[in-house]
């Protein structure tokens, strides 16, 4: 494990005490709104779908998917044993302990057979993958022919008012809020690492190089937030 992932997965697992509370209030909790949408747009019609729910965390989506579809099989995988021990408290609370199964295990370095998945979803996570193809790269493998990727991931609305009224919030008030309430300086990663990452389009591209056909994607809460969607190539 590099230098990179090694300090991603320490500080998530500083924060996991705060992570749900932190990621309810700083999204006016919006989040749960962007994960069902996703959840919303997984199986259309799929029998029995089997669901890797990549950097899982502590299992929103997990959990949303499992809402979603009464059969699906579903594993949540993340590498913060923290977060993971959470996502299980949470699937029990639900009575979905049974159908969720949390599972410790690296992005980059996906512990399954090759076309196990018929659905691969991921919900702000992709973005703490380095190499970020490597990720697309491993998710491919993992998925059907035909098989269904959903990746919500943070964005920045186009040029204009908005985009320096968010970028005011996203910027200097979210990470003091993130430090108020964890107690550690976690919450300026976050804009760090949206500023970094693929914009929408260039995504788009980066999914079609992996072997993805299909791709598109649409904005949510006036461009903050991207739903990409895509299917593995036949």
């Given at each position: 494990?590099?230098?990179?992932?090694?300090?991603?997965?320490?500080?998530?697992?500083?924060?996991?005490?705060?992570?749900?509370?932190?990621?309810?209030?700083?999204s006016?909790?919006?989040?749960?709104?962007?994960?069902?949408?996703?959840?919303?747009?997984?199986?259309?019609g799929?029998?029995?779908?089997?669901?890797?729910?990549?950097?899982?965390?502590?299992?929103?989506?997990?959990i949303?998917?499992?809402?979603h579809?009464?059969?699906?099989?579903?594993?949540?995988?993340?590498?913060?044993?923290?977060?993971?021990?959470?996502a299980?408290?949470?699937?029990?609370?639900?009575?979905?302990?049974?159908?969720?199964?949390?599972?410790?295990?690296?992005?980059?370095?996906?512990?399954?057979?090759?076309?196990?998945?018929?659905?691969?979803?991921?919900?702000?996570?992709?973005?703490?993958?380095?190499?970020?193809?490597?990720?697309?790269?491993?998710?491919?493998?993992?998925?059907?022919?035909?098989?269904?990727?959903?990746?919500?991931?943070?964005?920045?609305?186009?040029?204009?008012?908005?985009?320096?009224?968010?970028?005011?919030?996203f910027?200097?008030?979210?990470?003091?809020?993130?430090?108020?309430?964890?107690?550690?300086?976690?919450?300026?990663?976050?804009?760090?690492?949206?500023?970094?990452?693929?914009?929408?389009?260039?995504?788009?591209?980066?999914?079609?190089?992996?072997?993805?056909?299909?791709?598109?994607?649409?904005?949510?809460?006036?461009?903050?937030?991207?739903?990409?969607?895509?299917?593995?190539?036949?």
């Amino acid at each position: 494990m590099d230098e990179h992932a090694r300090s991603v997965r320490k500080m998530f697992g500083a924060i996991t005490p705060r992570y749900d509370l932190l990621n309810h209030l700083l999204s006016l909790n919006l989040d749960r709104r962007w994960r069902r949408k996703a959840a919303e747009l997984a199986f259309g019609g799929l029998r029995r779908p089997r669901v890797l729910d990549l950097c899982a965390g502590t299992g929103d989506l997990a959990i949303e998917l499992a809402r979603h579809c009464s059969d699906a099989w579903i594993v949540a995988l993340d590498f913060v044993a923290p977060m993971l021990e959470r996502a299980r408290d949470k699937c029990r609370k639900v009575n979905l302990a049974d159908r969720v199964h949390p599972l410790c295990g690296d992005a980059l370095r996906l512990p399954f057979r090759d076309r196990t998945f018929d659905v691969l979803a991921v919900a702000f996570g992709l973005r703490n993958t380095s190499p970020i193809e490597a990720a697309l790269s491993e998710a491919a493998r993992v998925i059907r022919p035909g098989g269904r990727l959903l990746i919500l991931e943070f964005s920045l609305p186009a040029r204009g008012f908005w985009r320096r009224l968010y970028g005011f919030y996203f910027y200097r008030i979210l990470p003091k809020i993130g430090r108020w309430i964890s107690g550690t300086s976690a919450y300026s990663y976050l804009p760090a690492s949206v500023a970094l990452f693929p914009e929408p389009d260039r995504l788009r591209e980066m999914l079609g190089r992996s072997g993805f056909v299909e791709a598109e994607w649409r904005p949510l809460a006036g461009g903050t937030v991207a739903l990409h969607t895509a299917r593995m190539a036949a």
